[in-house]
């Protein structure tokens, strides 16, 4: 059971913060595509790929004081904050979990916006249909949305910068 919380913990150690609950939820998905082996189960959900299993893992961590979850009130929503503690990395020091370098991978995904790995991880969810059908299947999933064909290949090309970060 640790193991999976360790491993979350050297994502949010290699990512230093991470604003928004969905941003979270897409980045690790996108990770666990690009064979990151984390082990959350995913579904299809409104905002494409979700896991309980990563929400209540995240809330765990947040209970033992490891990760430190800071809820900011926005114009009319609020926004979550998280963020590794020093007892968080005092636990990460005992740990023997070791994961492949996603360093470079996570760099690249926080600079974009929550939406676009929205977008990137729903193309992901879908990626053992060809690439017209995944296309087709985002108008029609993600029809409020409005992605346009600029958006879906700036997707396109963010996978393929993706799959050969190390």
């Known amino acids: ?44 959900h409104f905002y494409g790929p979700y896991s309980e299993e ?11 004081g490891f990760i430190s979850e ?3 009130k926005k114009s ?6 998280y963020k590794m503690t020093s007892q968080g990395e005092d636990f990460l020091n005992h740990s023997q979990v070791d994961l492949p370098v996603m ?10 916006s ?11 969810y879908f990626d053992h249909l060809s690439k017209q059908e995944v296309e087709e299947k ?8 409005n992605y346009n064909e600029q958006d879906l290949q700036e997707a ?3 996978i393929s910068d993706l799959k050969v970060k190390h």
């Not at 360093?103 to 974009?112: G, N, S």
């Not at 985002?138 to 949305?145: D, E, G, H, L, N």
């Open 114 to 124: 929550s939406r676009f790995l929205e977008l990137v991880s729903t193309m992901l």
């Open 54 to 64: 990563l929400t209540l893992r995240v809330e765990e961590l947040c209970n033992l």
């Open 1 to 44: 059971m640790l193991a999976n919380h360790a491993k979350l913990m050297k994502f949010f150690l290699a990512s230093d913060e991470i604003t928004g609950r969905k941003k979270l939820q897409k980045m690790i998905y996108i990770l666990k595509k690009c064979e990151i082996p984390f082990e959350e189960k995913y579904e299809f």
């Open 138 to 145: 985002i108008q029609a999933v993600k029809k409020k949305q």
């Open 76 to 81: 009319n929503y609020f926004q979550y904050r």
């Open 70 to 72: 800071v809820k900011e």
């Open 156 to 158: 396109w090309d963010f």
């Open 103 to 112: 360093d470079e991978k996570i760099a690249l995904m926080k600079e974009k």
